[in-house]
């Protein structure tokens, strides 16, 4: 169960577990075919919900997610993949620009409806592929209206491929996508054959868009309004850029600057958005002019599966059974893709931040967390394509309003007036694309507060029950601090007292070296080496310490930065008993104020209780009471 840890980003391509030989890395193409699960199987079913949104307008909705797509979304994330390329994404990119405990709280919000988007995902491609499987012709009759159960049959299969794991996930995408696409070329250029061979059908539709919209300007004017509902058909962005670690890299790149890397996961956004947009155009049309609107409505043969339909109906049951078969199989793995990405998500944040608990590093524990939830979402939907497109379109709108965002106020601080200008254009659209979505269909946003309420349950609950853990990443000493230590244990004691880094001057230090010495009966002639933290920002959680040796007014201090107080203190005085094998003792003054408050302090600004904290942090790290630090507080 906790044989694999997910803690390196970007390393789960798919299903699989984490190869211990050398990552290979892959051809660009290669990589967009693993990104490409994900934002090609979504023709699978986003023509059916297209028709059931906008009706006879499809074709111009989509007209306009297209133009959002190639004007909007697209410069949006090349300018992500150059700013993050080692696969952060846009979530990564507002964590560093924006400060301490808001930055944090904002990355939790995001990671709610990012594990929105990657959950429904799952959810949606699962029913996606039960309706496939059960509308077949050849499908056993006992499968008829059994959509809840196959779906759930599917994520459990995908379940046990990731406790079991497989590696080639790449090869396995590239045959998947390949095959996929081709299938869908051959049912479009039969599609459009037919069309250009009955001509009155595309007269029919206009009839229909005139009759029921008037005007060609109200008609535009609607699709405006309506293309929201077609959100779907923007999924796969965030994917490719968390993805971009997998691609091969040019000579002469390094990890600070990874030119080639960036280059590739350009194409790779590029081509598979020019793949995308032209399949939705072409896709929408032959669909709404050559289906039944009764047919794509809930429980119709074509819903959430036009192409389909098409295929079984133009080139025969056979043909129509392949084209299953690989949409099936697409959609399935469209769910791995989405798995991984959690996968990738949360060891990312979550434990770094202290809010998860330490077994949401490992694979195995978290897909079975998600799997459950992903039952459970699945139930709650009763398994129906068209209730969870509301909840997938959100996830993706946000992620995609918040890159956009990410990137306009990146490009303000480098002085780029015109492009933030240009970006906040597109963030400007996408808000309103997201709003207009969340009031149109506001289950979205509600299973979106759902997990939003649950990470920030969780996180707040993890990081209390992680508090007094030594949350010390390593521990170093320079050359001088060293040298303080040597000689201090060359004494036979080591003796530390805390001292407030805000106030150092000299009569400071004397009078803290006066009344230890006297209250805390240290001999005179025993040295003493003061120890000063520096709190840089109380929102991380686990830091590097490097411990600096100063010598100020004739007296000798040890000064480090860190995130806490208290955690900090015990983490140092545990590598001093370490590297010199003699337990040092640490000196104290109690902390005046009200104890709730101060260990509330000590919770959110890293300070507060700090001497008794000290103590319960020395108690945990180390249980044997002979090798444990001394800590002493006086009155």
Not at 258 to 271: C, D, F, V, Y
Not at 592 to 614: K, Y
Request: charged share 15%; net charge neutral; glycine share 8%.
């Amino acid at each position: 169960m906790f044989a694999d840890v997910a803690e390196e980003p970007a390393r789960h391509q798919g299903p699989y577990r984490v190869a211990k030989k050398a990552e290979h890395k892959h051809p660009w193409w290669k990589v967009m075919c693993l990104t490409g699960v994900d934002y090609f199987s979504t023709l699978g079913y986003q023509p059916g919900i297209a028709a059931l949104a906008a009706g006879v307008l499809s074709p111009m909705a989509t007209l306009v997610l297209v133009a959002l797509t190639l004007l909007g979304a697209l410069p949006v994330y090349r300018r992500v993949a150059r700013e993050s390329p080692h696969g952060e994404g846009s979530i990564a990119m507002l964590a560093r620009l924006l400060p301490r405990w808001s930055g944090k709280l904002f990355v939790l919000v995001l990671l709610g409806f990012a594990a929105t988007d990657f959950i429904i995902t799952m959810t949606l491609s699962a029913a996606d592929g039960a309706a496939h499987l059960i509308e077949n012709p050849f499908a056993p009759a006992a499968l008829h209206d059994r959509n809840l159960i196959v779906t759930l049959v599917l994520l459990g299969l995908l379940a046990a491929v990731f406790l079991r794991g497989f590696t080639e996930a790449i090869g396995i995408a590239v045959a998947l996508v390949g095959a996929f696409l081709v299938l869908n070329f051959v049912v479009v250029v039969v599609g459009l054959q037919h069309v250009l061979t009955h001509p009155h059908l595309v007269g029919d539709w206009g009839h229909a868009m005139t009759a029921q919209h008037g005007s060609p300007w109200m008609m535009i004017a609607i699709s405006l309004l309506v293309f929201p509902k077609l959100a779907l058909g923007l999924s796969g962005f965030e994917t490719g850029v968390a993805v971009m670690p997998q691609i091969n890299g040019a000579e002469g790149d390094s990890e600070s600057r990874p030119t080639g890397r960036i280059h590739g996961a350009r194409k790779l956004l590029t081509t598979s958005a020019l793949i995308m947009s032209a399949f939705l155009i072409v896709t929408s049309f032959i669909t709404i002019v050559l289906i039944p609107e009764k047919a794509f409505q809930s429980g119709g043969p074509a819903n959430g599966r036009a192409l389909a339909y098409l295929a079984h109906e133009y080139l025969g049951n056979a043909f129509g059974t392949v084209y299953d078969v690989s949409t099936i199989a697409i959609l399935w793995f469209a769910g791995a893709s989405a798995m991984a990405g959690l996968l990738n998500l949360v060891p990312r944040y979550l434990p770094r931040y202290g809010m998860a608990p330490e077994w949401a590093r490992y694979v195995r524990p978290l897909v079975l967390v998600f799997s459950a939830i992903a039952f459970g979402i699945t139930w709650y939907f009763n398994a129906d394509v068209d209730s969870q497109g509301a909840a997938y379109a959100t996830g993706v709108l946000v992620l995609i309003t918040s890159a956009a965002i990410a990137v306009m106020l990146s490009a303000a601080r480098h002085r780029q007036r015109s492009r933030a200008v240009l970006f906040g254009v597109v963030a400007a659209i996408f808000v309103y694309t997201t709003v207009a979505n969340i009031i149109e269909r506001p289950e979205g946003v509600q299973v979106a507060a759902f997990f939003i309420v649950s990470i920030l349950t969780v996180s707040f609950v993890s990081r209390l029950a992680r508090a007094f853990e030594l949350r010390a990443i390593e521990i170093d000493f320079d050359e001088r601090a060293a040298a303080f230590i040597d000689d201090a244990a060359g004494s036979g004691t080591i003796r530390i007292v805390t001292h407030d880094d805000a106030v150092q001057t000299a009569v400071e230090y004397r009078a803290k070296d006066r009344i230890q010495r006297l209250e805390s009966h240290i001999p005179d002639g025993d040295p003493i080496l003061f120890l000063e933290v520096h709190i840089l920002d109380a929102s991380e959680f686990s830091t590097a310490m490097h411990v600096r040796g100063c010598e100020d007014h004739g007296y000798r201090i040890l000064r480090v930065d860190s995130a806490a107080i208290p955690n900090c203190i015990a983490a140092i005085l545990l590598a001093i008993r370490d590297r010199t094998g003699v337990i040092p003792h640490v000196y104290f003054e109690w902390t005046e104020g009200n104890p709730v408050v101060n260990l509330l302090r000590f919770l959110f600004i890293g300070e507060g209780e700090v001497a008794p904290v000290t103590r319960e942090v020395l108690r945990r790290a180390e249980p044997e009471v002979a090798r444990r630090p001394h800590v002493h507080v006086d009155s």
